[in-house]
């Protein structure tokens, strides 16, 4: 069975930063695209990034320039690394990969569990 797990959430005061990570386990043979979304208390969940498994990122404006996304294939892990934070970044940040396992190897949506971000002071 695989799973994604995410850690690294806690709380920080505005301007300051978090690393998120983001690892998969299981019987993996591969995983695509993988992409950083949070959903914020009463409002729907957003893409935040996402990166392909060449390397590939892309941002939604909000996050550019403050936002990295970054993935280590041997350890099967993704990185966000989040500066300059603000209020309004507060949100559970969720990550999801298409997985294919040596059972199957078909690519299968995975979601995280979800780890809190909030930014106060």
């Known amino acids: 069975q695989v799973q994604l797990v995410e850690s690294g959430g806690g709380l920080v005061q505005p301007g300051g930063s978090l690393r998120l990570s983001c690892a998969a386990s299981?019987?993996?043979?591969?995983?695509?695209?993988i992409h950083w979304f949070r959903q914020a208390p009463g409002k729907q969940r957003e893409l935040v990034a996402w990166?392909?498994?060449?390397?590939?990122?892309n941002y939604i404006d909000s996050v550019k320039g403050r936002f990295t996304i970054s993935r280590d294939n041997a350890k099967n892990t993704t990185y966000l690394q989040m500066n300059s934070l603000k209020p309004e970044d507060t949100a559970t940040y969720y990550c999801?990969?298409?997985?294919?396992?040596?059972?199957?190897?078909?690519?299968?949506?995975?979601w995280g569990q979800g780890t809190l971000v909030t930014v106060s002071s």
């Open positions: 990166i392909t498994n060449g390397g590939l990122t």
């Open positions: 999801k990969a298409g997985i294919a396992t040596y059972v199957d190897r078909r690519y299968l949506e995975v």
């Open positions: 299981g019987n993996i043979f591969s995983i695509n695209t």
